[in-house]
């Protein structure tokens, strides 16, 4: 407890000021909006935080709020602190991700692209993004998460590749490759 007060009094807030502005938050506009936040579904992490609180504010003991939500004792101790300081709104995630490489435009464009096709390699769909958009992912998946927005899927080969295409592929006449079809997913 005394590690905490030291936090609390960096802040220049004492702990019985911390611990009163928590109590009267149940006549104070900040439960009800933490009640509101709490109700509109947070994410994940988020609504452990807003629980610390609201379970804090009725007198439940920090060792059951530990067992309840599965959280540290640090966890509840400084969610605690952060929203005595600066409210509901602290409580909310603070990363809001990056912007992708594509527009919605350019996406819709690439989709169009795709259906024009029945067939498809990933190479092609590659040459195509980094030729019309100028763009290289580095991961694959953005290309597979492209055929699939697009509702094309990947179709399995047979078991067993025919005789003569085997020759052919060990011969260096035919390169293996994947293809993507247009299919209808429903």
Same mark, same amino acid.
């Given at each position: 407890?005394?590690? =905490?007060?030291?936090?609390? !009094?960096?802040?220049? *807030? &004492? ?7 928590? %109590?009267? +938050? ?26 610390? =609180?609201?379970?804090?504010? !009725?007198?439940?003991? *920090? &060792? ?7 959280? %540290?004792? +640090? ?112």
């Amino acid at each position: 407890m005394g590690r =905490i007060y030291f936090i609390i !009094e960096t802040q220049g *807030i &004492s702990l019985d000021k911390c611990m009163q502005m928590i %109590s009267t +938050s149940e006549e104070s506009s900040d439960l009800k909006d933490l009640e509101d936040f709490i109700r509109s579904n947070p994410h994940p992490q988020e609504l452990k935080r807003g629980l610390v =609180i609201q379970m804090l504010s !009725e007198q439940i003991p *920090i &060792s059951k709020i530990m067992k309840i939500l599965g959280v %540290s004792e +640090s966890f509840v101790l400084k969610w605690k602190n952060i929203f005595a300081l600066d409210g509901v709104e602290a409580l909310k995630l603070q990363y809001a991700g990056s912007e992708g490489y594509l527009s919605q435009k350019q996406q819709e464009e690439i989709h169009q692209f795709l259906q024009s096709k029945s067939a498809w390699t990933l190479d092609e769909l590659k040459y195509h993004v980094l030729v019309t958009y100028d763009v290289i992912y580095q991961s694959d998946q953005s290309y597979h998460n492209m055929f699939h927005e697009a509702k094309i899927s990947w179709k399995k080969t047979q078991k067993r590749t025919p005789k003569r295409i085997q020759r052919k592929l060990r011969n260096g006449v035919l390169k293996s490759k994947i293809y993507w079809r247009n299919v209808q997913i429903a």
